[in-house]
């Protein structure tokens, strides 16, 4: 099987409010987790898949992501380029204002910047391409469904109900925020011209993705006892 051509949008915008004060002097991105930024972290899962083109949406203390961003094209392994939102557009609304930046026989993989995991991108990308459809989520199993998206699957890992911040959940598999998009459902996506993926697009998808589960560690950075938590398990997860 040829692997398509893969584009990363990174979602990397946000306030950070949970986290303040820290958010105040640095963005929620590079919060630092074991001595590194939480973008290393990524940036790592790109190196193993070898992806190399990156788009990421700032807004909340540019100046140190564009630091940032110097940075790693340095190196020479990554072309990484700004996508600057002076008021934040949502999830949905980054993809609407770069409706080009992924052409319509790529991928594209969106991430959102502030979970830290050691997923396996190629195993995932491999997933999407083996699939009919053109959309795949990436699901971890919650112990919180009430506080995530929460998915149910079909016996074959199609997506036939997803909700978000369910008062009842139907199941504990919770959306990751990490996607896989065929070029051209991402360039209808921006022609929705929507604000959030998760309330606004992906109910629409509903029948038309696929699930992806990680059993390994994927944690949301978006508290500081989850900042707390991350700090104890980096060394036992990221190690190697």
């Keep these: 099987m040829t692997m398509k051509r893969t584009k990363v949008l990174l979602l990397a915008g946000g306030l950070g409010t949970r986290l303040k004060p820290l958010t105040d002097r640095v963005p929620k991105c590079l919060v630092p987790v074991g001595g590194r930024p939480m973008l290393d972290y990524w940036f790592d899962r790109f190196a193993v898949a070898g992806l190399r083109d990156v788009l990421i949406n700032t807004h909340h203390l540019p100046d140190q992501v564009r630091t940032y961003i110097r940075n790693v094209n340095q190196t020479g392994r990554f072309h990484m380029r700004e996508a600057w939102e002076p008021r934040l557009l949502g999830s949905a609304g980054t993809v609407a204002a770069n409706r080009d930046w992924v052409a319509d026989d790529e ?9 830290l995991s050691d997923i ?23 112990a919180y469904p009430s506080k995530c998206g929460i998915a149910t699957l ?15 959940p139907k199941s504990n598999l919770a959306n990751a925020g990490v996607y896989v ?12 011209k ?3 993926l998760g309330f606004d697009v992906l109910p629409t998808l509903v029948g038309n993705m696929a699930g992806w589960t990680w059993h390994g560690y994927h944690r949301d950075i978006g508290t500081p006892e989850s900042l707390a938590q991350a700090e104890r398990d980096i060394a036992e997860v990221f190690s190697a």
Excluded: W
């Excluded at 991928?107 to 979970?115: E, F, K, P, S, T």
């Excluded at 190629?122 to 971890?140: I, K, Y």
């Excluded at 890992?157 to 911040?165: G, S, T």
């Design 154 to 168: 079909d016996d074959e890992d199609r997506i036939i109900a997803f909700e978000e911040k369910p008062e009842h």
């Design 107 to 115: 991928l594209c993989l969106i991430v959102y910047a502030d979970n």
């Design 181 to 192: 998009v065929d070029g051209s459902l991402y360039r209808q996506i921006a022609e929705m």
């Design 120 to 142: 396996d991108l190629s195993a995932l990308l491999t997933f999407h391409q083996r699939h009919d459809e053109p959309f795949t989520m990436v699901l971890f199993h919650t």
């Design 194 to 196: 929507a604000f959030d």
